[in-house]
């Protein structure tokens, strides 16, 4: 009798573990479609916006390039050697050491030179066409230019642009050189030293990219996707719109200090829910 009712005991306790398992898994599984049916509900939000905009702005960071391979360089990818992108994308770090800061940015062109345009790019080209659309992006591996997009507005430069470093008057203006490996190149108007066209840490963006991306913030619909929104001035375009009385919008993997000031926020990825959005239209 009593080894009957251990059995019975035990048989219990396995059935109550197999039904709270059932109730875990089922319960996940019910969240899990609640948080799809928000997403799914946002994404046709965003589209009806589109749908219905004359003026569509949308601003990029490095999240959209993160599926084409090119690294986002915070964290772990903030590494090169021992060193962070802070401590060599500076005027200070290039006086010091020039050949090092070159020898990082060879090592990224010839990264970004094997990466291709992704989904989102795709999307965010064929939107680009749009009459009443800007796009403003903080990258500077000119994928979206690779994906054919239109009227860019590159707040930080190009890695595929080069500026004399003694900014002798016809060296100011960027040239474009695509060649890599490409090892300390120099002005070909003066020969001194050549520098990468882009917005090092400590400098000032250009005033027209700055007036640029400032117009378009009088829209109807600004999405920004894949941007941390705490590099300003950047960041802070996003709240510009929302006093022109723009619909707002985020698309990032993680939430930021903009995700509680927008419209509607998305956590997925740029080349998963852009794709989404553009199917409804």
Known sequence: MIDDVRIDCAMCAMLNRSINRFIEIDGAMDISMHTSSIIDARIQLIAERIREATRLTIMTGAGVSAASGVPTFRGQDGLWRQYRAEDLATPDAFARNPRLVWEWYDWRRQLIAGCRPNAAHDVIARWSKRHGTAVITQNVDDLHLAAGTQGLIRLHGSIWE??????????ATPWRDDRVPLDQPRCPLCGQLARPAVVWFGESLRREDVEAATSATAC????TVGTSAIVYPAAGLVHEARRHGAFTAEINLEATPASSAVDVAIQGSAEEILPAIHRLL
Do not use: H, M, S, Y
Not at 162 to 171: E, I, S, T, V
């Open 162 to 171: 080069l500026a004399c470093w003694g900014r002798c008057p016809q060296g």
């Open 220 to 223: 109807d619909v600004f999405l």
